[in-house]
């Protein structure tokens, strides 16, 4: 194995923030992305961390990312939302996908926690059938739903 998987540090923002636009731009919404390198240091690195974060990390250089936070499910109590797993174009194949998915299923068991759950995009062929032959349940019947800031405000106003 060429690379080393390890918790995120400081250091490693600018390389996130770069795997996190170019997962955008693999999911066809390279102008979604709006948070900066100022925001991933706040939110993950100050005195209430709002995510957790392993790297992949090959020769110095952060390859994959794998970035979760807590939540709590009304159904089973403690669970993981897993973000964004993410290995850089030319180092997928490698097992770091595999190693950082891993590493967290890990955290999640050691710290007790009930579920781990994320989204897929359903053309995302090879990481559905990555997931399905890990034992994961893919929920083809639910949909995600999201209100962005934008709606948000509107809805806040109109009511």
């Known amino acids: ?14 390389a996130v923030l770069d795997l996190i636009t170019e997962l955008a731009v693999f999911e066809k919404e390279p102008e979604a992305v ?13 005195d209430a961390p709002k995510f957790k974060l392993f790297v992949a990390e090959e020769h110095n250089v952060v390859i994959g990312i ?4 807590e939540r709590y499910s009304t159904w089973k109590g ?7 797993l993410m290995v850089t174009e030319s180092k997928r194949k490698i097992g770091a996908g595999k190693a950082l998915y891993s ?10 926690f009930n579920r781990v759950a994320w989204e897929v995009i359903d053309w995302n062929i090879n990481a559905v059938n990555f997931y399905k032959s890990t ?4 929920l083809n019947d639910w949909s995600v739903v999201q209100m962005d800031k934008e709606n948000l405000e509107k809805y806040i106003q109109n009511n």
């Open 1 to 14: 194995m060429s690379f080393i998987i390890r918790e995120g540090q400081e250091k490693d923002v600018q």
């Open 34 to 46: 709006e948070i900066t390198v100022e925001d991933l240091l706040r939110d993950g690195f100050s």
């Open 66 to 69: 794998a970035l979760f936070y």
């Open 78 to 84: 403690k669970a993981i939302h897993l973000e964004d």
């Open 103 to 112: 590493a967290v299923l890990k955290y999640a068991y050691e710290n007790n």
């Open 135 to 138: 034992g994961a349940t893919y």
